[in-house]
């Protein structure tokens, strides 16, 4: 994703189709309030529906950025795949069969 614009827009039709959320930032090298924004909004509307949101694989610059936000204290930004799907048992599985993987 290029933009925050094309983040909200891919975002915003997932909440609507999804319970459940993994975002991989791996690639993303880059991220500014904007862009937090989005990830927030997303994570919130999610939340207000029983829903969840996780990021993971955030490379150490944005790392950096996300953790002064204090998400990676909240359990929104991680570090794994793994840890992103921890908070319910049966998630793993539902990478596989269902969670998006934005």
């Known amino acids: 994703m290029a933009t925050a ?3 909200r827009e891919t975002l915003a039709r997932t909440v ?8 991989c930032l791996d690639g993303c090298d880059f991220i500014d309030s904007t862009g937090i924004a989005v990830i927030v909004q997303a994570y919130r509307q999610l939340a ?12 150490d610059q944005v790392l950096r950025t996300l953790s ?10 991680v570090e794994t795949l793994e840890e992103a799907v921890s908070i319910d048992s049966d998630a793993l599985d539902g990478v596989r069969e269902g969670w998006p993987a934005l």
Not at 16 to 23: G, H, P, S, T
Not at 68 to 77: E, I, R
Request: charged share 20%; aromatic share 4%.
């Open 68 to 77: 002064v936000t204090g998400l990676t204290s909240k359990g929104v930004v």
């Open 5 to 7: 614009g094309e983040l």
């Open 48 to 59: 207000e529906t029983g829903g969840r949101l996780a990021a993971y694989g955030a490379r």
């Open 16 to 23: 609507a189709e999804c319970q459940q959320m993994a975002i």
